[in-house]
């Protein structure tokens, strides 16, 4: 039979407290194990401890779960948040999430940010295609074009899973565009 704590080293003896099979190495002078004598020391040292007066006081919530966002998120519908959400990897999905009439001020808001994610990476697409084409301009915007494709997938899929969570999403030129022409809900409104 193997030690319990050591796996293919044969067993001397069993310990005195627990009768499990222990090795030389393992077993003190009393005969007890390595776990016993843990749970000793551990025992010895809670029994001398002293009871602090008083009561404990609860423990905060995470930030997760306290902020104000994320009681946003629950009262919007999972069907509508999942629109969005799509919306900025494929632009179709923000435009007819638009259309919904259920949809709060906020995901309306998201959709809109939605479309000028991806009306911004097209805009800059075109900026870059047409500086590539000037003689000597145009060999380092050669460069940056073929990095644009897995800049758009990573940063669409980070903004919908952002919004999919219900947290608020900044995309840098967009929301303050947005923020000049649709002010966000107050947080009394709520």
């Not at 809670?46 to 609860?58: D, L």
């Not at 003689?135 to 460069?143: I, N, R, T, Y």
């Not at 073929?146 to 030129?173: E, M």
């Amino acid at each position: 039979m193997d030690c319990y704590f050591h796996s293919n080293v044969p067993s001397m003896a069993r310990c005195v407290d627990c009768n499990k099979p222990i090795c030389a190495t393992c077993r003190d002078e009393r005969g007890g194990c390595p776990s016993c004598r843990l749970a000793a020391k551990v025992e010895a040292a809670t029994a001398t401890r002293q009871q602090i007066p008083g009561q404990v006081p609860p423990r905060p919530a995470p930030a997760s779960v306290r902020g104000r966002v994320t009681v946003a998120a629950t009262l919007d519908p999972v069907e509508s948040r999942a629109l969005v959400a799509l919306g900025y990897p494929l632009w179709p999905l923000a435009l007819l999430s638009l259309l919904d009439r259920k949809q709060s001020r906020r995901l309306k808001r998201q959709a809109l940010q939605a479309l000028g994610f991806n009306v911004g990476f097209l805009g800059f697409w075109g900026l870059l295609s047409l500086i590539a084409q000037v003689p000597f301009l145009g060999f380092s915007a050669w460069v940056l074009v073929p990095l644009l494709a897995p800049l758009f997938l990573v940063a669409s899929v980070y903004y919908g899973i952002k919004t999919w969570n219900g947290d608020d999403v900044r995309i840098p030129v967009v929301s303050s565009w947005l923020d000049e022409r649709y002010p966000q809900e107050d947080a009394n409104a709520r």
